[in-house]
């Protein structure tokens, strides 16, 4: 489990293939990775991967055909990818809860400075839109943000200027493609009201 607030950027240093996926070498920055461990999680722009490796500042970590096909920005070298290591039960959320399962990507529509701020507008797949709303949480590339507005399967959300400094989003362009996670709390409303639905048909 996640916050989305991001510790550092890091960069994809190397994409070797496997027999279904990838190893990629993760120079982390200035993560601090004193008390990271082989086997633990770190969410790279959103993904929840498993550290099987570390050498000094360089972690690596094996990704998925499933996951590759269903996110963004972990498939080239080079790439800046936004990292936070997994929560422990003592420590503050400052975001939102975030389980970094990519639930789909995005579109960027719009990134642009208004006023010191900047306005990101994203169109989300058919298949999330409903889950967005006003004033509620989406995790964007791993960065979790507050919805502004919502139209159809687009929406806005306002980054501050330090959001746009420490985290790769300060990237984005109109065409840009990014990982949206959906807020936790709409995933078991949605089951609820199905499975209100079901007892009822019975």
């Known amino acids: 489990m996640f916050s989305g607030i991001v510790a550092a950027c890091g960069r994809i240093e190397r994409i070797e293939p496997l027999q279904d996926g990838v190893r990629l070498t993760v120079d982390t920055g200035d993560l601090d990775l004193s008390d990271v461990q082989i086997g633990d999680s770190i969410a790279n722009s959103g993904v929840c991967l498993t550290v099987i490796a570390l050498d000094g500042r360089l972690a690596r970590f094996d990704v998925s055909r499933e996951t590759l096909d269903c996110t963004a920005g972990l498939d080239e070298v080079g790439n800046e990818v936004n990292l936070e290591k997994a929560l422990r039960l003592a420590d503050r959320l400052g975001g939102h809860l975030v389980t970094g399962h990519v639930d789909g990507v995005g579109e960027v529509l719009r990134f642009a400075p ?62 840009s493609h990014v990982n949206l996670e959906i807020d936790l709390i709409a995933r078991y409303v949605e089951r609820m009201l199905a499975w209100r639905e079901e007892e009822a048909a019975q």
């Open 114 to 175: 208004v006023g010191e701020s900047h306005e990101l507008v994203i169109r989300a797949p058919a298949s999330l839109a409903g889950y967005i709303a006003k004033k509620g949480s989406a995790t964007v590339n791993g960065v979790s943000l507050t919805v502004n507005q919502v139209e159809g399967r687009d929406f806005s959300l306002n980054l501050i200027p330090h959001t746009v400094a420490v985290t790769n989003l300060k990237h984005l362009a109109p065409g």
